[in-house]
């Protein structure tokens, strides 16, 4: 019953992210902006009331496992595009934001959503601190990712000196670099809290903060790439090499989500 | 000599000028992170056999010389760790003097050529003269709960104020957790242990079996300044450390999972009783283990890591048999598997056919299913019983730990399973970790360190309000070492105001 909330929300998603899609396409029609908007809105409301709905069917946070670690990151990314959109007002971020979502739920329709039972490591308090702050900054460089490409394409544009439609639908290059920077800037710190919750929990669980194990380690290098490319701001970097660096560290966060946990080497279950 | 001061000096400036670049630091993140990928796509520390299934010989030589089986200790990469902290630190002892120098500074009121130089500023004019655009400055000012000072010279005002100066310490707050992290690895590595014991229901023990032999032990050794604590197997050449003290493993128990149909075989929870003896035998405390939830004494933590059956040993039945009427507790009776026992209070002798890992009884048919449980494990223990007056056989009958239907229990008293005791150990990872307090406060301080760093700003404002022939003007100018963005917000909406 409770998984055609979910499959509800693909749908107005999908139709969320076509809409986005048109208005892109065609400068002058303002009212597929609203209108993807309004089903971005809604279909966020239908996940959460899934998200809701599994989490008392199973009397545990739906976080673990591949299914609903996908269907975590997807409300993330969701939440993440909510919240630029409120604040910076740029409805083409729709138009790039909303397929990527759905792109990254597809996994979880060809997976079981059954609900298994929770291995005991997992019976405790942090699981939803540790993993909810994670997915937050990974959604966080989803966007920052998303935003890097909005930002070669406008930049391609400008260079061509080929206007198309969706030239007058992007903001400004600088705009575009400085948001992209900002949420590098919201996203590792909140993975940093991510980690450092893992650290504590595992210490807590297995009686040692850091044991190597590969999911652990994937996490580890996403931050440290992240953190470079903090660092290559301050050096200077700007504009184009910043958004391929964007790009390249979100490449990072994909394999850790999608290829890591899946190979389950380690203990990590996800 | 003269010259050689000067090629010291002249070599140690090159190496702190070179650990004090960022670009450095940015080519050893990178470094780090690519390498750190070798040890997730080779399996760490198997034994050989594995590898040599894995990789051909030559492969396996060549990644055992480089490190790879052990890769996060090879010599390499804890070399560019140190690496990486020298750097941090050099890069903080560099640059923090100079961040403090301007969170201390006083601001002062700006000249003009200084003014020329700030990028972002705005000039209106003030209908109503200077003193007026004064007021209505600082009322803005103190709406807005800026702390600022003002001075005046002839024909001209300056408010100015400054905000988020100690923000310019976030960058420095992380990087010293980040080296405080380090160090607490180190302390860990070199005072600490990781070790484990296997300790069966009913044993105890006194040392614990090491994965990680405490450095600092081994180097005074090495050096014959102290004996270590350590003893050796010389043949097996497992290392045991003594605790000081007893532990025994007083009981341990898994509990399963149930699906429709039993037990599914999933462990939801497992848990160990544990009790602390000094080393004359004294019971000091009792403590309930279980994940997540660990015994700590003397600095030695024992978390609650693994289980299993030990092999070819036998537990212990143990039974209830209690009247079917009344509110008697009953009482336990304790069997060998295939052993006997006389029950005084119902004048009958219970005897225990066996025992099987994980049985289930069909709700319907009353019929017992075995299942095979992965290593023995004893998911659902099944004891099979004849129950005998005197030498005549009476009936038999199927107890389980968790049952779904009732069992055959013909006469006036219930026999029902408590525990099969003995046949289990409990698996525990045992740690002493001195420097964990130290990597604690560098998680605590990376949580903090960032928000100063990216949210924080040291925000500048000068307004200068000039006097041209009863005409104010006002210049409104601001600088901020990041966040301009925002700054630019405040400041567009503070001369808005003013212009009103």
New interface residues.
């Given amino acids: 019953m409770n998984i055609q909330f979910f499959q509800a929300a693909m749908v107005v998603y999908l139709l969320a992210a076509a809409g986005y899609i048109a208005y892109i396409i065609a400068p002058e029609k303002k009212n597929r902006a609203v209108f993807s908007l309004v089903a971005t809105v809604a279909g966020f409301l239908l996940h959460t009331a899934y998200f809701i709905l599994r989490w008392s069917e199973s009397s545990r946070i739906p976080i673990t496992g591949f299914f609903e670690a996908i269907n975590f990151l997807g409300m993330g990314i969701v939440l993440v595009f909510l919240i630029m959109e409120a604040r910076y007002r740029i409805a083409a971020l729709g138009s790039f934001m909303l397929p990527l979502v759905v792109l990254l739920m597809v996994p979880a329709l060809a997976v079981s959503g059954k609900i298994v039972d929770l291995n005991p490591v997992l019976k405790s308090g942090w699981l939803g601190i540790h993993t909810s702050l994670a997915v937050l900054g990974d959604s966080a460089f989803a966007f920052a990712c998303i935003i890097s490409v909005m930002y070669l394409i406008q930049e391609r544009q400008l260079k061509k000196k080929h206007l198309g439609a969706i030239f007058h639908r992007l903001p400004s290059l600088e705009i575009m670099d400085t948001i992209g920077y900002k949420a590098i800037s919201f996203g590792w710190p909140l993975f940093t809290l991510g980690m450092v919750t893992g650290s504590i929990w595992a210490e807590i669980a297995w009686g040692t903060y850091w044991s190597w194990d590969p999911k652990e380690t994937w996490s580890l290098i996403t931050w440290v790439i992240y953190l470079a490319i903090l660092h290559l701001r301050t050096l200077g970097w700007r504009g184009k090499k910043m958004a391929y660096l964007t790009i390249a560290g979100f490449l990072f966060v994909l394999v850790s989500f999608f290829v890591v946990s899946r190979i389950q080497l380690g203990k990590h279950v996800f | 000599m003269e010259t050689q001061k000067g090629v010291v000096e002249l070599v140690s400036e090159r190496v702190w000028k070179f650990f004090s670049s960022?670009?450095l630091?940015?080519v050893l993140?990178?470094v780090?992170?690519i390498v750190?990928?070798i040890?997730?796509v080779i399996?760490?520390n198997q034994p050989v056999e594995q590898y040599l299934q894995e990789y051909s010989p030559a492969t396996v030589n060549i990644f055992e010389f480089l490190g790879f089986f052990d890769m996060?200790h090879s010599w390499w990469f804890v070399l560019l760790l140190f690496l990486f902290t020298a750097n941090l630190t050099v890069c903080t002892l560099e640059r923090f003097p100079r961040a403090l120098s301007a969170i201390r500074a006083p601001l002062k009121p700006i000249d003009d050529e200084a003014l020329k130089a700030v990028p972002f500023k705005k000039e209106l004019q003030f209908k109503g003269g200077a003193d007026k655009a004064e007021a209505r400055a600082v009322q803005a000012l103190q709406s807005r709960r800026y702390r600022f000072l003002s001075t005046s010279s002839p024909g001209m005002v300056q408010l100015y104020s400054q905000k988020g100066a100690y923000s310019r310490l976030g960058v420095y707050i992380t990087h010293i957790s980040i080296i405080l992290i380090f160090v607490g690895?180190l302390t860990g590595a070199f005072f600490g242990f990781?070790g484990f014991l296997n300790l069966g229901e009913g044993e105890h023990s006194q040392v614990v079996y090491l994965r990680n032999e405490p450095m600092w032990d081994k180097l005074m050794s090495v050096l014959g300044v102290s004996k270590s604590s350590v003893i050796q197997d010389p043949q097996s050449g497992v290392a045991r450390l003594p605790l000081g003290f007893f532990i025994r493993c007083n009981d341990f128990e898994v509990d399963y999972?149930q699906g429709p149909s039993g037990p599914?075989g999933?462990?939801?929870?497992?848990h160990s009783e544990l009790t602390v003896f000094n080393l004359q035998g004294a019971k000091i405390f009792d403590k309930r283990i279980?994940?997540?939830?660990?015994l700590k004494y003397r600095g030695i933590?024992f978390?609650q890591?693994s289980y299993g059956t030990i092999p070819g040993v036998n537990g212990k039945i143990v039974l209830n048999v209690r009247p079917k009427s009344g509110e008697s507790k009953g009482e336990m009776v304790v069997l060998d598997p295939g052993g006997e026992a006389y029950v005084r209070s119902i004048d009958r002798t219970i005897k225990a056919l066996g025992v099987s890992a994980f049985g289930a009884r069909h709700t319907s048919t009353g019929e017992i299913r075995f299942f095979q449980s992965r290593n023995d494990e004893l998911v659902n223990p099944t004891v099979g019983l004849e129950i005998y007056q005197g030498k005549k056989a009476l009936y038999t009958t199927t107890v389980l730990k968790v049952d779904q239907g009732e069992p055959y229990m013909p006469e006036g008293y219930v026999i029902s399973y408590v525990d099969y005791w003995g046949a289990r150990y409990t698996g525990l990872?045992?740690?002493r970790?001195p420097g964990?307090w130290i990597?604690?406060t560098g998680?605590l301080l990376?949580?903090i360190g960032?928000?100063y760093a990216?949210?924080g700003s040291h925000q500048k404002l000068w307004i200068r309000i000039q006097d041209r022939k009863g005409q104010a003007v006002v210049t409104v100018a601001a600088t901020a070492n990041r966040n301009r963005?925002a700054l630019e917000r405040q400041v567009n909406a503070l001369v808005e105001e003013l212009s009103k």
Avoid at chain 2, 266 to 270: D, I, L, Q
Avoid at chain 2, 290 to 294: A, L, R, S
């Fill in positions: 960022v670009k630091a940015v993140l990178i780090l992170a750190s990928i040890g997730t399996q760490q996060y690895a990781k999972y599914t999933m462990p939801s929870e497992y279980e994940v997540n939830d660990p933590t978390y890591s990872q045992v740690t970790d964990v990597v604690y998680f990376l949580c960032p928000i990216f949210f963005l």
